[in-house]
């Protein structure tokens, strides 16, 4: 993740977007609405797309993200 002692912010990105694709390939349709949680959060906020989940992991360093395994009701 680190490249001469600078953070490689895209190869991270990347990274958690294809572990989220991962993770979304085991999920029932519907995907979304779906609430997540992050460390910043601490509390869940419900998503509707993935760009959004990607949007708050991003705006929490990708510390601590999570996902429900069940869409919303």
């Not at 959060?41 to 705006?59: D, P, T």
């Amino acid at each position: 993740m680190q490249n001469n002692g600078a953070i490689d912010h895209d190869n991270i990105h990347r990274k958690v977007e294809d572990g989220l694709d991962f993770i979304l390939r085991h999920f029932n349709e519907p995907l979304f609405p779906r609430k997540i949680m992050t460390r910043q959060l601490r509390y869940q906020v419900e998503i509707f797309n993935k760009e959004e989940a990607l949007g708050y992991f991003k705006s929490s360093n990708y510390e601590d993200c999570r996902i429900n395994a069940y869409p919303v009701d």
